[in-house]
């Protein structure tokens, strides 16, 4: 395969669920032409952002949700309304599979069937194809991107993270946005990159209580990043509020106790899946 251009992570939102100066985390898988969208933020945001990234939805044809939460799955309805209209005009070429466990699949239907235009319904089994994956289900989707989903054993909501090996052998892994299960040190362990959620600065504690609503600071995720000998580290699902100073002062954290490279993207960042 020709490595010349580069897989790519391009961050359309960076925020936790309350969130009012940044988006909703989700991003896109990029390797060439072909696309995986990971979550869809919680509204129709997703498709504002998607226009300022470039991306045009007749390129997407695989998603992936990690779980039912409003600000990860709510986006996916509309990027599956406006796909389905496109269907219905006859611009859209191919299928579109939105892949994620037996809740999630479950509550997209559910959403689609009790709110959306018969048209737009009607196209569910019929071009977008809804595709439980099971803890530990091994797939290849968007043709070159080789995952394998894991439970992350969440405490408040069913959630599915993923390892991925990217087409040059890398492996990536996503935690979801939730704090590491030691029982998926295995999945973790050694990766290139490592994404995680860090909700806020330990430093900021007691303002944001991360630990009441189960969550990491950047100090967290730099030591667990560490502890898991990790090649690259990637924070995302933060708060707003300090967001001028948070690249440099959530990758300062982190790297307090990481010493290989930290990155705190911005909302539409990209960032080159690089050795």
């Not at 060439?32 to 998607?50: A, K, M, S, T, Y």
Request: glycine share 8%; charged share 25%.
């Amino acid at each position: 395969m020709d490595y010349s251009t580069r897989a790519e992570l391009i961050m359309l939102g960076t925020g936790n669920a309350a969130v009012t100066r940044s988006y909703n985390t989700c991003f896109i898988l990029k390797e060439g032409e072909h696309l995986l969208l990971v979550d869809g933020g919680g509204g129709n945001g997703i498709l504002l952002q998607l226009e300022k990234a470039g991306i045009a939805l007749s390129d997407i044809h695989d998603i992936f949700v990690t779980h039912a939460h409003t600000d990860h799955i709510l986006g996916v309805i509309w990027v599956l309304r406006m796909i389905a209209q496109q269907m219905n005009k006859g611009s859209y070429e191919g299928e579109l599979h939105i892949y994620g466990h037996d809740k999630v699949i479950q509550v997209i239907d559910w959403i689609c069937r009790m709110t959306l235009p018969s048209k737009i319904v009607a196209r569910i089994g019929k071009g977008i194809c809804l595709q439980e994956v099971r803890n530990n289900d091994r797939l290849t989707l968007a043709e070159v991107f080789d995952m394998q989903f894991f439970d992350i054993l969440s405490t408040k909501e069913k959630q599915f993270g993923f390892h991925l090996w990217l087409p040059d052998g890398q492996r990536l892994v996503c935690l979801g946005d939730e704090p590491f299960n030691e029982q998926n040190r295995h999945y973790v362990e050694k990766a290139d990159w490592l994404l995680c959620e860090a909700f806020c600065l330990y430093t900021d504690r007691e303002r944001f209580k991360p630990y009441e609503k189960h969550h990491s600071t950047a100090l967290d995720t730099g030591k667990l990043a560490a502890e898991l000998n990790v090649g690259r580290l990637l924070l995302y699902h933060t708060e707003d509020k300090t967001l001028p100073l948070r690249k440099q002062t959530y990758t300062a954290e982190a790297a307090s106790a990481f010493s290989r490279p930290v990155f705190v993207p911005d909302d539409l960042e990209t960032i080159p899946l690089f050795h």
